[in-house]
């Protein structure tokens, strides 16, 4: 099984930047949609960004389009979460997630029960 480690939640001010890592145990390039998802108290897990390893094509939910950027490091088995502008509503545990697939579906990749695999999750505050 893949294991998924994630790292980079913090807290930090409306506008300010943080970076999420996502260490993966295996190889994952080419083989997996890759995605984070977010999930505050009483709130339903949400797809925030997704990634098909195999042609870097990437997706985002419309609330952080623009603000958030997912990317790659094959060399490192790395996923990542740039969010630039937090705002107090991006504050959630934010979690990797793998599917085994040659890329994601731009229709079902937000869906959580699409993915095989889940980190533990990092924790991002935002305070206004």
């Known amino acids: 099984a893949q294991r998924l480690l994630e790292s980079g939640g913090d807290s930090v001010q409306a506008g300010g930047t943080l970076r999420l890592s996502c260490v993966v145990s295996?190889?994952?390039?080419?083989?997996?949609?890759m995605a984070w998802f977010r999930q505050s108290p009483g709130k339903a897990r949400e797809g925030v960004a997704a990634?098909?390893?195999?042609?870097?094509?990437?997706y985002y939910a419309d609330s952080v389009k623009g603000r958030f950027t997912i990317s790659q490091d094959n060399a490192k088995n790395t996923l990542y979460l740039r969010m630039n502008s937090l705002k107090p509503e991006d504050t959630a545990m934010y979690y990797c997630?793998?599917?085994?697939?040659?890329?994601?579906?731009?229709?079902?990749?937000?869906?959580?029960?699409?993915?095989?695999?889940w980190g533990q999750g990092t924790q991002v505050t935002v305070s206004s």
């Open positions: 990634i098909s390893t195999s042609r870097g094509i990437t």
């Open positions: 295996r190889n994952i390039f080419g083989r997996y949609c």
């Open positions: 997630a793998a599917k085994v697939a040659f890329g994601c579906n731009s229709g079902s990749w937000p869906g959580p029960s699409e993915y095989n695999f």
